[in-house]
């Protein structure tokens, strides 16, 4: 497959807009983006795991059971979260509205909000929000949507691929939003993903779940998770190309999904509130893949490793740690460790390491934490940023 322009409206017969309705604290911002298919489309979702969700993920899990979407709306500055019965009566005039701009049906019309949480819509501006965004639908729409899905994020994000096929070639999109309240299992995000291939709904979702698996739940900035995460995926078959289980070049369209949100989601850690540092953090030789992940997991989240990778410190003493309290057994005195080429444990003790060395790679912008446990087949890899000063300014006055 190969990058190319246009994000989510790189593939065939999708459209896309972002304007401002005035629902930012910067009156002029883009805060309303629509996102939509030429015809009905087969539709997929993952979302948060959060017990509090909002009523939009609530709205979408019932769109992506019916299996078809024809758009989605999204909306920043306020989540509509933790909004009661009428936040899913804003969600319901939301989708109406939209449907009847696009001369679809509300079950079908997906809606996102992000932003604070607790403070109910302000409806009017939501409502010329969606009338403007229908009437700004553009096949070079996607980075106006881009950036009006925007929160702390400090880029806009957006991505597309083309897959040479011997039935076709096909392209997938994606736009996403997310900096900060990003923890594992769900990421705290919202993601876009378009594609003119033809994919049954059941077919989709398989596919979608691999692929979120594989790099949405694979990130951590802060390891708190939000009300409103939201992955969407959108196929229309514009292309022509057709997918079923066990279509030869089904396992390609799959690798390209795939990869499409591993980039997406390595975007969302480097754009991290408040981030310096991109780190990826390896372990390996695991009991089997699951508890591999439980050790990176606790690596990406800890606080302190987070501040040492901020400071610059090579302290591997707080790695060893964080894998200790994961919840997974392995042999201490079997332990080695790596801050790129640079060893600083084997066998469970330090090594003669040179303390500049190891320093001189945290000082680098990105770099690979390699743990290995022991001789198993278990590997695993999350992606994590350090924790600045900056995060606790950002977070500190996010309403104010």
């Known amino acids: 497959m190969k990058y190319i322009e246009g994000g989510v409206t ?76 009428r936040g899913f009566e804003d969600v319901c005039a939301t989708a109406a ?113 691999k692929a979120v698996t594989q790099s949405f739940n694979c990130i951590t900035i802060d390891n708190d998770m939000s009300t409103s995460d939201t992955v969407l995926c959108l196929a229309n078959g514009a292309s022509g190309v057709h997918f079923h289980d066990g279509s030869t070049d089904y396992p390609a369209f799959e690798s390209a999904l795939r990869e499409l949100c591993v980039d997406m989601a390595k975007l969302l850690v480097r754009d991290g509130e408040g981030a310096t540092k991109f780190v990826e953090i390896s372990v390996e030789g ?3 893949e699951s508890a591999a992940k439980t050790i990176a997991r606790a690596i990406a989240n800890s606080m302190l490793v987070k501040t ?34 640079v060893q600083l444990v084997d066998k469970g003790a330090a090594t003669s390491y040179q303390e500049e060395d190891a320093a001189a790679v945290m000082k680098q912008k990105e770099f690979r934490v390699r743990l290995r446990v022991g001789e198993g087949d278990g590997n695993a890899v999350f992606w994590t940023s350090d924790l600045s000063h900056a995060y606790v300014s950002i977070n500190a006055d996010y309403r104010s």
């Open 286 to 288: 695991a009991h089997d």
């Open 10 to 85: 790189a593939p065939r017969g999708f459209s896309a807009s972002g304007v401002a309705a005035n629902i930012k604290k910067v009156w002029d911002k883009k805060d309303c983006a629509l996102i939509a298919s030429d015809t009905p489309a087969t539709v997929a979702g993952m979302f948060t795991k959060n017990l509090m969700k909002s009523p939009p993920v609530v709205w979408n899990g019932a769109v992506c059971m019916s299996g078809t979407a024809r758009a989605v709306f999204i909306n920043s500055g306020n989540a509509n979260a933790a909004t009661g019965d």
């Open 308 to 341: 040492a990778f901020f400071g610059q410190d090579p302290n591997w003493g707080r790695i060893a740690c964080a894998a200790g309290y994961a919840g997974v057994d392995f042999d201490p005195a079997e332990i080695a460790l790596w801050l790129d080429d």
């Open 97 to 209: 509205r939209v449907a009847d701009g696009l001369g679809a049906n509300a079950e079908h019309i997906c809606i996102c909000s992000t932003g604070v949480i607790g403070v109910p819509l302000p409806m009017d501006r939501i409502m010329n929000g969606v009338d403007s965004c229908t009437r700004a639908l553009s096949s070079n729409g996607s980075s106006d949507a881009a950036l009006a899905i925007m929160t702390t994020d400090t880029v806009p994000k957006e991505l597309a691929v083309d897959v040479p096929l011997p039935s076709g070639s096909v392209r997938l999109g994606a736009i996403a939003k997310g900096s900060g309240m990003i923890a594992p299992d769900m990421a705290t995000l919202i993601c876009v993903i378009t594609t003119d291939a033809g994919v049954d709904a059941a077919l989709l979702d398989r596919a979608l779940r």
